[in-house]
């Protein structure tokens, strides 16, 4: 079983930036990328980027945050700039392998405070 270690939550004001990191204890990744499930809320999907580098992004964070992987560290990068209140959440990192297998991160926590 896969496992998927996280780092880079924290605290911010508004317009600050935080960025994420998900390492993978293994390759054979077809796609990782971000959720975030904020208080009383559905998690939802904020980002996500295959081996091949093709990435895609909620509409709520379009042009603020940006999703890197370097497959050679099996590590994924969520890059948060303009933060706003709204993406306070606890963030999971993804993964999907070739063989179809999900795993998910404990979850890194981060709060944009005004």
């Known amino acids: 079983q896969v496992q998927l270690e996280e780092s880079g939550g924290g605290s911010v004001q508004p317009g600050g930036s935080l960025r994420l990191s998900c390492a993978a204890s293994?390759?054979?990744?077809?796609?990782m990328g971000w959720y975030r499930q904020a208080p009383g809320k559905q998690r939802e999907l904020v980002a996500h980027i295959t081996s091949g580098g093709s990435s895609n992004y909620a509409d709520s964070v379009k042009g603020r945050f940006t999703i890197s992987i370097n497959n050679a560290k099996n590590t994924v990068y969520l890059q948060m700039n303009s933060l706003k209140p709204e993406d306070t959440a606890v963030y999971f990192c993804?993964?999907?392998?070739?063989?179809?297998?999900?795993?998910w991160g404990q979850g890194t926590l981060v709060i944009v405070f005004s």
């Open positions: 993804n993964l999907v392998d070739w063989s179809n297998t999900e795993a």
């Open positions: 293994r390759s054979s990744i077809y796609v």
